[in-house]
C-alpha cells in the first residue's frame, strides 16, 4: 500500500493544491502526475528545490514558493509555459535562480519559454543586483524586488516593456538608470528606502505615473521634469535633504496625497497653487521659521484654489500638517 502522501499525487484531476506552512523539506517526483495542476502553493516549508519532473505540470500558471530555502530552480522550470506568477520572496536568494534568468551570457531561447511570466516575487532576499536579462520578460506586469541588497539596476531593464508595477524599496541603490524613463506603462514605482543622491531626468518621461515614493533616500533636490507626470497622484518625498521644489511640481495637477515630511524646505513655490486636487499635504518636520509665515502661504495656496476659509474648514477629508 502506497503512504498516503504519495496517494494524494494519484489524484490526476486536482487543479489547486496548497499545502504552506507544513514541515516539508522536498517536493515528491510523484507531483509530474498532477497533470492537471494549476496553482501550487508550498509557502513556509522548508523546501530547498524542485523535482527536475516538474516541467510534468505543463498547466502550473501560479507558483506560491515564498519562505522556503529556495537557492535554485530545475531546467525543467522553462518548461512551464504557462506559469504567469511566481513568488520566490524570503527565498535567502543571493541572485535569480538559474535558469530563469541567466545570470550572465544570457541565452535566448531559454529566456524566451518563460515569457508569460507577469508576475514575479523575489522581495526581502540578499539579492545585489538585478541583471539586465530581466529585461527578457516582455510580459511581465509586476516586479517586486524590494528589501534586498541591489546596488545597481541594469540598463537593460527597459526591456520590460510591460512593466507597470517595479518596487524597489529597501535595497542599496545610488542612482537610478536614465533607461527606466522607457518603462512607458508603469504606473506604480517605489524606491524608498536607498540611498539615492539623485533622481534621473527620464523620470518625466513615465507619462502614466500614478504612484512615487522616493522617501528616506539622499535627495537634495527633484528634477524640474517631474512636472510632466500628469497622471501622479500620489507623491511622497520623505526624509530627504530638499530645501526647495522646483517650480514645475505645480505641473502636477491631479496629485491628492502629497507628503514631503523631514527636509530642509524653507517655503513652497507659488506654482503650487495650481495643484488643485491636492487633499492631503504633510510638511512636518521642515524648516519654516514661524507659523504665521506658513499660515500666510497657506492662505494663498487657498486662494489660488478658489477655496474660501470656510469650505477648507468644512473639508474633512483636506489635512495639512506642519509643525510650528
Given at each position: 500500500?502506497e503512504?498516503?502522501?504519495?496517494q494524494?499525487f494519484?489524484?490526476q484531476?486536482?487543479?489547486?493544491l496548497?499545502?504552506?506552512?507544513n514541515?516539508?523539506s522536498?517536493?515528491?517526483?510523484?507531483i509530474a502526475?498532477?497533470?492537471?495542476?494549476?496553482e501550487?502553493d508550498?509557502s513556509?516549508?522548508?523546501i530547498?528545490?524542485?523535482?527536475?519532473?516538474?516541467?510534468?505540470c505543463?498547466?502550473?500558471?501560479?507558483?506560491?514558493?515564498s519562505v522556503?530555502?529556495?537557492s535554485?530552480?530545475?531546467?525543467g522550470?522553462?518548461?512551464?509555459?504557462?506559469l504567469t506568477?511566481?513568488?520566490l520572496?524570503?527565498?535567502f536568494?543571493?541572485?535569480?535562480?538559474?535558469?530563469?534568468?541567466?545570470?550572465?551570457f544570457?541565452q535566448p531561447?531559454?529566456?524566451?519559454?518563460?515569457?508569460?511570466l507577469?508576475?514575479?516575487?523575489?522581495?526581502?532576499?540578499?539579492?545585489?543586483?538585478?541583471p539586465?536579462?530581466?529585461?527578457?520578460?516582455?510580459?511581465?506586469?509586476y516586479?517586486?524586488?524590494?528589501?534586498n541588497?541591489?546596488?545597481?539596476v541594469?540598463l537593460?531593464?527597459?526591456?520590460?516593456e510591460?512593466l507597470?508595477?517595479?518596487l524597489l524599496?529597501?535595497?542599496?541603490?545610488?542612482q537610478?538608470?536614465?533607461?527606466i524613463g522607457?518603462?512607458k506603462?508603469?504606473t506604480?514605482?517605489?524606491v524608498?528606502?536607498?540611498?539615492?543622491?539623485?533622481?534621473?531626468?527620464?523620470i518625466?518621461?513615465?507619462?502614466?505615473?500614478e504612484?512615487?515614493?522616493?522617501?528616506?533616500?539622499?535627495l537634495?533636490?527633484?528634477?524640474?521634469t517631474i512636472g510632466?507626470?500628469?497622471?501622479l497622484?500620489?507623491?511622497?518625498?520623505?526624509?530627504?535633504?530638499?530645501?526647495?521644489?522646483?517650480?514645475?511640481?505645480?505641473?502636477?495637477?491631479?496629485?491628492t496625497?502629497?507628503?514631503?515630511?523631514?527636509?530642509k524646505l524653507?517655503?513652497?513655490?507659488?506654482?503650487?497653487?495650481?495643484?488643485?486636487k491636492?487633499?492631503?499635504?504633510?510638511?512636518?518636520?521642515?524648516?519654516?521659521?514661524?507659523?504665521?509665515?506658513?499660515?500666510s502661504?497657506?492662505?494663498?495656496?487657498?486662494?489660488?484654489l478658489n477655496?474660501?476659509?470656510?469650505?477648507?474648514?468644512?473639508?474633512?477629508?483636506s489635512?495639512?500638517?506642519?509643525?510650528?
Amino acid at each position: 500500500m502506497e503512504p498516503p502522501e504519495q496517494q494524494l499525487f494519484n489524484c490526476q484531476a486536482l487543479r489547486k493544491l496548497s499545502i504552506p506552512d507544513n514541515d516539508l523539506s522536498s517536493l515528491p517526483t510523484s507531483i509530474a502526475s498532477l497533470v492537471n495542476l494549476r496553482e501550487l502553493d508550498i509557502s513556509k516549508n522548508g523546501i530547498q528545490d524542485f523535482p527536475e519532473n516538474i516541467k510534468c505540470c505543463k498547466c502550473l500558471t501560479i507558483i506560491e514558493a515564498s519562505v522556503n530555502p529556495v537557492s535554485k530552480l530545475p531546467d525543467g522550470f522553462t518548461q512551464l509555459l504557462n506559469l504567469t506568477q511566481l513568488y520566490l520572496n524570503d527565498a535567502f536568494l543571493e541572485f535569480l535562480p538559474l535558469p530563469i534568468i541567466v545570470y550572465s551570457f544570457p541565452q535566448p531561447e531559454v529566456l524566451e519559454q518563460i515569457q508569460n511570466l507577469k508576475e514575479l516575487w523575489m522581495d526581502n532576499n540578499s539579492l545585489q543586483v538585478l541583471p539586465g536579462s530581466i529585461g527578457k520578460l516582455k510580459q511581465l506586469v509586476y516586479l517586486d524586488v524590494s528589501k534586498n541588497r541591489i546596488e545597481t539596476v541594469d540598463l537593460d531593464i527597459s526591456g520590460c516593456e510591460g512593466l507597470e508595477d517595479l518596487l524597489l524599496s529597501s535595497n542599496m541603490l545610488q542612482q537610478l538608470p536614465d533607461s527606466i524613463g522607457l518603462l512607458k506603462r508603469l504606473t506604480t514605482l517605489k524606491v524608498d528606502d536607498n540611498q539615492l543622491t539623485i533622481l534621473p531626468n527620464a523620470i518625466g518621461n513615465l507619462s502614466l505615473l500614478e504612484e512615487f515614493d522616493c522617501s528616506c533616500n539622499e535627495l537634495e533636490s527633484l528634477p524640474s521634469t517631474i512636472g510632466y507626470l500628469h497622471n501622479l497622484r500620489t507623491l511622497a518625498v520623505d526624509e530627504n535633504f530638499l530645501p526647495e521644489l522646483p517650480r514645475e511640481i505645480g505641473s502636477c495637477k491631479n496629485v491628492t496625497v502629497m507628503s514631503l515630511r523631514s527636509n530642509k524646505l524653507e517655503f513652497l513655490p507659488d506654482e503650487i497653487g495650481q495643484m488643485q486636487k491636492l487633499r492631503v499635504l504633510n510638511l512636518s518636520d521642515n524648516r519654516y521659521s514661524s507659523q504665521h509665515f506658513i499660515f500666510s502661504q497657506f492662505m494663498n495656496f487657498f486662494f489660488n484654489l478658489n477655496f474660501s476659509f470656510e469650505v477648507f474648514i468644512k473639508m474633512h477629508f483636506s489635512k495639512i500638517y506642519f509643525k510650528s
